[in-house]
């Protein structure tokens, strides 16, 4: 897996500059939580239905939820991840930004829309409209939950290292005890808040990611006089690698599973976020389908202008700090953006302090923003999918949904914990992949066929969802990112390796849509052609819509 697609922000910064204004970054990290607790707290007094919990109450304009999405989106892969993957491996980092956007167009073309006409709250009503209920409900919400959680450690292993490091903790206990911390504000934020909660912490936390982007994106181009071919001369040069720097190859290209490796990750970045739940829910937040496009479209205007500020941001990193000294503080490359923040401000002086605390508090709100949605798509699902449904067979009240999404969040921010407290050191950079690709192999495969094809069955649901899951599992398990490199596996010393791609995309998601082909061909279930008429009218005219 590649240090682009990597949300673990281990950032190993100059001692001296962070003892010395440490009361400065513990201040600024107060005001931020505060304000972002004080938001889910106004915004808790307001959910009192399960539409305000779950769906925000379906009141967000389009460019509410497009920067909420924005928010929900660009994690610390994003900011941190790319940027050091651009300072380090330069035209093929770039290709990630492109990945990551591209994403946007299956997701506004294929699903924003139909989703929003089809469901009420989660993936599995969309599913769950013309099949058995209770077997494809209980199939959505594993899909959901487990695609949820390998996110979400990471997130949480990421901000129990950047936080732990910033405030100079040293200690394995002290470590578990930043990650419980995350994991306990995370439940807070979910629990009180709801969707109206997260929706505007993830909007506020959209805002200063974009407001720090581009204040980093200025100075650099500064120190440069506006002269983006003396950035990319200047980058190419300090790089080692002269003008291959700025040509495809660096990283992918030397030989052919390296670019076998790239093609499955493209695949899974590109198809896997129109399957993310955390990216799916948001869609119910608006009150048409025609703001759940437009909501889209501004998420894509708002996160392609980040990736572009990512280009200043990467090559600035190799042009003004150098490969050597980025790879010093991190081998991934994850610490390029925070070095840059202090080399802008001047390294040792108070104003690159103020800088790094404020880009290092950014990055930090932008893991919380993410793992609150995370854990907001995995309760709801396991309530309304599991719990309403197939529990309680739909006789469920709306207060006792909501109880039970609130102990879901409280159970699942327990597991991320207890995992993230393990993964504290852990190479986290297969969980994303896996995340990906397990979105892209189980859920889009079954939400496209659910939409769009009239013979899907309730057995061709079943297995794709469950064939896609333990088929990118599996290649995972067996795969480098867990065993047999010393480097980067996650189990160093042991060698269990028979899969030779680091993403399982290639062959895990070719074979959801296969499986669930040929579950439907062979299911001696009738389709029912009504419910797919209406599925289908429902789904393009939005008439009868939630």
Known sequence: ???????????????????????????????????????????????????????GGRQFTAFQNGL?????????????????????FGYDGFLYSIGFLVAWLVALLLVA???????????????????????????????????????LLAQMAGAGVLVSLLLGITSDAGKILIVALVGV?????????GMKGTTWVQMVKAVLLIAGALLMTFLVMLKFDFNISDLLGTAAAKSGHGAAFLEPGLKYGATGTSKLDFLSLGIALVLGTAGLPHILIRFYTVPTAKAARKSVNWAIGIIGAFYLMTIALGFGAAALIGPDEIKAKNPAGNAAAPQLAEYLGGVGSTGGAVLLAVISAVAFATILAVVAGLTLASSSSFAHDIYANVIRKGKATEKEEMRAARWATVLIGAVAILLGAFARDMNVAGLVALAFAVAASANLPTILYSLFWKRFTTRGALWSIYGGLAGSVILVLFSPVVSGNPKTSMFKGVDFAWFPLENPGLISIPLGFLLGWIGSLLSKEEPDKGKYAELEVKSLTGVGAH
């Open 1 to 55: 897996m590649s240090a682009a697609y990597h949300p673990h922000p281990v950032l190993q910064l100059a001692a001296s500059s962070t003892t010395e204004h440490r009361p400065l970054i513990i201040t600024l990290f107060a005001v931020f939580v505060a304000a972002t607790l004080g938001i889910t707290v106004w915004a808790g007094r307001q959910t009192k239905s399960a539409s305000d919990f779950y769906a």
């Open 68 to 88: 909420a999405v924005s928010g929900d989106y660009m994690s610390a892969a994003s900011f941190l991840g790319i940027a050091g993957a651009i300072a380090l």
């Open 113 to 151: 829309e139909p989703l929003r006409n089809s469901g009420r709250y989660t993936m599995g009503d969309v599913l769950a409209y013309r099949m058995r209920q209770r077997p494809v409900r209980t199939a959505s919400g594993v899909s959901t939950i487990v695609v949820s959680i390998f996110y």
């Open 185 to 193: 504000l995370m439940i807070v934020y979910v629990t009180i808040g």
